[in-house]
């Protein structure tokens, strides 16, 4: 792999190759695209000190082929599309379950088990096993989602291709997030993060304690906590307003697992939902 990482960053550094169509730059860009495809290698991922490290390579073979691919008709039984990028196939074997509505682009990533409701999952993402994208969800380019994680109806996980430093999106495993959540721009959820319904989490939103008042993080939701949308006061020349900011209202002890109903209850008296 690191010969082929070589190549696509000496591409990157002269596109005249791809500019010309050589079919030896063409054949190394889709093999880089392949490995993210078959799931072998991804765009970032996190190390053992928790922090996140990004593969540019890989986002560079992205944007590279998007340079040289051209558009194109397909057809998928009454369906017709017109793009760049073909769509992933063989779901069945790979064992994914794709609801009629659903699609994925080639370059993404649906590890075993994964059901995607008529949703959209793009290039260079990567989706772990037993994770349900629900209905009208999104995976934006290059985010990292993880295993046994519901992604509820109409979440938006933001993408980002440029530039090829940018840290993408990152859900953890065993994570719940609510109906129309947004979680975008470099945003992070630990593993067993609860997001109440409707919260917009960004690289620049604050996330607070509840109980201590103590800002946690800027955009990063700790392990095991469960969250939901709230503002705070800022005066301004022309009033005190409301600014967005993400609420921890639980803290789980370690070893401590969601339960439903109680889950639904403390969400009831927060006046927040999934």
């Not at 609801?99 to 370059?107: E, T």
Request: glycine share 12%.
């Amino acid at each position: 792999m690191r010969d082929l990482q070589t190549r696509i960053e000496a591409l990157w550094a002269d596109r005249t190759p791809i500019a010309e169509g050589d079919p030896e730059a063409r054949a190394a860009v889709a093999e880089a695209i392949g490995l993210l495809d078959s799931g072998t290698a991804r765009v970032a991922e996190v190390d053992g000190n928790g922090e996140v490290v990004v593969h540019q390579w890989l986002k560079q073979a992205i944007l590279l082929l998007f340079s040289m691919a051209e558009m194109e008709t397909m057809e998928l039984g009454p369906f017709e599309y017109a793009d760049k990028i073909p769509l992933k196939s063989d779901y069945q074997a790979s064992g994914v379950r794709v609801v009629p509505g659903a699609s994925a682009r080639w370059g993404s990533f649906l590890d075993k088990g994964v059901i995607m409701m008529p949703s959209y999952v793009n290039i260079g993402a990567r989706v772990g096993a037993n994770t349900m994208v629900d209905t009208w969800a999104t995976v934006g380019s290059c985010a990292q989602i993880g295993a046994n994680v519901h992604l509820s109806g109409g979440v938006g996980i933001g993408g980002v291709l440029e530039p090829p430093q940018a840290v993408p999106v990152f859900v953890g495993d065993d994570c719940l997030v609510g109906s129309r959540c947004i979680v975008a721009d470099g945003a992070r959820l630990g593993d067993g993060v609860v997001l109440g319904a409707g919260c917009v989490l960004t690289g620049s939103i604050p996330v607070i304690d509840a109980a201590s008042g103590e800002e946690l993080a800027r955009g990063s939701v700790p392990d095991w906590t469960v969250a939901v949308s709230a503002t705070r006061s800022r005066t301004f020349d022309g009033g005190t307003f409301g600014l967005p900011c993400v609420l921890v209202i639980r803290h789980l002890e370690p070893g401590e697992r969601h339960d439903k109903a109680r889950l639904n209850a403390l969400l009831r008296e927060q006046g927040a939902a999934t």
